[in-house]
């Protein structure tokens, strides 16, 4: 079952833009991660948030966490074609050490 | 560090015919963990490792799969007999307890 929902599905910008997108999970969690795929390449970790905190930066990405809405947004500042990925959000629930993934978000920049 | 390495990149092969996917984890991660790509289903877990032993195969499609992890350095995912619905993007991934995942490129599997 998928416990993170990104949105929207699909985002096209333009190079300089900021692309923010969004993730909603079910149930309780221990941390939410950001995950960017190239196409034909596996996942990279981006960032990790834990459940205590409530924004967070790394470079040109702010994550920020609301666990009353159970919902995360990614930001990306001054977006560069390299940027053109698939973003995923995962939820661990700290139950187990399993992530779930959400279906991801197709980000495209134009440059 | 060499990344998390699998092999082959790439399978197409018959249905009926067994295949034998292969991931090399980071040195040092005790986590490694099998998914399975596709755009219908998105990013599956397949089944999940600590320090070697199976912790949860409940992803684990049908008894034609099974994994095995012999050592620290190495984890098999098999599929006999193949179908064709089973043609998907195979991910392998490993962590240390504070880490998060890395993941190798994947097995692009197409069963003909």
């Known amino acids: 079952s998928q416990q993170g929902e990104e949105d929207p599905q699909a985002l096209s910008i333009q190079e300089g833009e900021n692309a923010t997108m969004n993730c909603s999970y079910k149930t309780s969690i221990n941390n939410l991660q950001w995950y960017r795929q190239n196409s034909g390449r596996g996942l990279v970790h981006l960032i990790l948030i834990r459940s205590n905190e409530r924004e967070k930066h790394s470079g040109r990405l702010r994550v920020t966490l609301d666990t009353s809405k159970k919902s995360s947004s990614l930001l990306i500042t001054a977006s560069r074609a390299a940027d053109t990925a698939s973003y995923f959000c995962a939820t661990d629930t700290g139950a187990n050490s399993k992530l779930t993934f959400g279906k991801g978000i197709t980000l495209s920049v134009r440059p | 560090d060499a990344g998390v390495i699998q092999s082959p990149r790439h399978e197409v092969t018959e249905m009926g015919q067994e295949v034998t996917l292969r991931c090399k984890p980071i040195?040092?991660?005790?986590?490694l963990f099998w998914y399975r790509q596709t755009m219908m289903r998105g990013l599956e877990l397949l089944i999940y490792f600590n320090n070697n032993v199976p912790i949860d195969d409940s992803g684990m499609p049908e008894d034609r799969f099974s994994a095995k992890m012999p050592n620290a350095s190495f984890s098999t995912l098999k599929i006999q007999p193949s179908e064709p619905r089973d043609s998907a993007v195979y991910f392998c991934?490993?962590?240390?307890?504070?880490?998060?995942?890395?993941f190798g490129d994947g097995t692009r599997l197409s069963i003909l």
């Open positions: 040195s040092g991660h005790d986590y």
């Open positions: 991934a490993s962590r240390s307890t504070v880490q998060p995942q890395h």
